[in-house]
């Protein structure tokens, strides 16, 4: 045994399950102008340990591959890395990055000219987008407090809740709809790898997302079109990424799937940090195309109607038929679209500049995958006013697909702009 009974938190959940595997961690990560303070932010991020301890928890797995979270009990907590490099790279840590030391870690990169790189690694099992952001809110908080003030006050905080065990207290069962059933395909034996026989672990792989980014005059007229069409910016985008996939790869008929976050959606509300991944999965497919808007409004409608009927939190309690080894479904060949809204502008002290922000993951020891695999994944968010798309995968066609999907959304909001005018 790897631990004693006394140290276990509990076991995860299903929604927390699925990125136990890969050992996958999301990364936020900022490249910085200024003098910055490298003493300054590892008590930062020493503070930040403190107050929220989920990040100096230990995962194991059992016999099963069963994520098992436990205390650090008298480990002591491996701090910020500080080196020197490239901050125009993001890297995978020189140190030993792993689950079963603690789940966050800080990596900063120092150059000459006064540019620097941090980025933030918190495991996914413990940590969503908007966990994540609450986190790197709070690293440049307490670094300029620090820095402003010579002391930090971080008190701890309690253990993040799974999704499962805050729908639970809400009186919220399985019903007999997942919701993702429109995007649901026979499950099939090339879709079982890893099922049956396990594997030996991988060395660490990093993920950099390519990126296109709108600039912010672009941006503010997409925000625009949203706002005269009464259509939602996360429609907008989902319809351009289902149009510029549907022209670049000739398919008739897309289907995707996107989290919702819904923690200001249960009663009563979740605060970002209190939940671990709490957000529920929304399926649309269309084999009808229309313009942007007209697509936007109908995947906004589904969106709205899948809210009121509870849809969305119930893909939470099927996670098991599609997630991990005792799946019975596939939605593999799907688009995924994680749209994380806008950044808030983190806080800083006087002359330090924190000019970009992108959102990468590592996985510490990648396995073959017992999830649906997406055909492309896509990221959205907003940071400083530009709105970014980025991608993952989607094979040798799909360096195509972010120009496509950008031209989608700048096109359309600038016909607009010249028809209105």
């Known amino acids: 045994m790897l631990w004693e009974p006394e140290d276990v938190v509990r076991v995860l959940d299903p929604s927390e399950q699925r990125f136990v595997r890969h050992a996958t961690f999301t990364g936020r990560s900022v490249t910085v102008r200024g003098e910055l303070d490298p003493v300054a932010l590892g008590a930062a991020f020493a503070a930040l340990q403190r107050a929220f301890p989920i990040l100096v928890c230990r995962i194991v797995e059992d016999a099963e591959e069963n994520g098992i979270l436990l205390r650090p009990g008298h480990i002591e907590p491996v701090g910020a890395w500080v080196s020197f490099g490239d901050p125009d790279e993001v890297r995978i840590p020189a140190e030993s990055l792993s689950p079963r030391a603690q789940l966050g870690y800080l990596d900063v990169v120092l150059a000459e000219e006064d540019r620097a790189r941090v980025t933030l690694f918190v495991h996914h099992s413990v940590a969503d987008a908007g966990h994540c952001v609450e986190l790197f809110a709070r690293l440049w908080g ?29 009186g919220v069962v399985r019903g007999p709809r997942s919701g993702l059933e429109g995007v649901t395909r026979p499950l099939v034996v090339a879709d079982a790898v890893g099922v049956v026989q396990s594997s030996q672990p991988a060395s660490p792989a990093l993920a950099r997302p390519a990126r296109v980014q709108l600039d912010p005059a672009e941006t503010a007229r ?11 910016v996360n429609g907008l985008v989902t319809a351009a990424v289902l149009r510029a996939f549907a022209a670049v790869y000739g398919v008739d008929q897309v289907g995707c799937v996107y989290p919702v976050d819904l923690r200001r959606r249960l009663d009563p509300p979740v605060a970002a940090a209190a939940g671990t991944n709490v957000s529920g999965l929304a399926a649309f497919t269309t084999t009808e195309f229309d313009d942007v808007v007209t697509l936007a409004r109908r995947i906004g409608t589904a969106l709205h109607d899948d809210l009121a009927t509870g849809v969305i939190e119930q ?16 939605t593999a060949g799907h688009i995924a679209l ?19 922000y992108e959102i990468v993951y590592l996985s510490a020891h990648p396995r073959p995958s017992t999830g649906a695999s997406a055909a492309v994944t896509f990221l959205v968010y907003t940071y400083l006013g530009r709105l970014t798309l980025a991608r993952l995968g989607g094979g040798p066609r799909a360096v195509e697909l972010l120009s496509a999907a950008a031209d989608e959304l700048t096109w359309d909001a600038a016909d607009h702009e010249a028809a209105s005018a």
């Open 142 to 170: 307490y670094y300029t407090d620090h820095v402003e003030t010579g002391s930090i006050a971080a008190g701890p905080r309690e253990y993040p809740e799974s999704a499962e065990s805050l729908l639970a207290r809400r």
């Open 222 to 232: 997409v925000l625009e079109l949203a706002r005269t069409r009464a259509v939602s």
């Open 315 to 330: 893909s939470v309690l099927h996670f098991p038929d599609f997630f991990g080894p005792t799946r019975v479904h596939s």
């Open 338 to 356: 994680t749209n994380t809204g806008t950044v808030p502008t983190f806080r800083a002290p006087d002359g330090l500049i924190l000019d970009d």
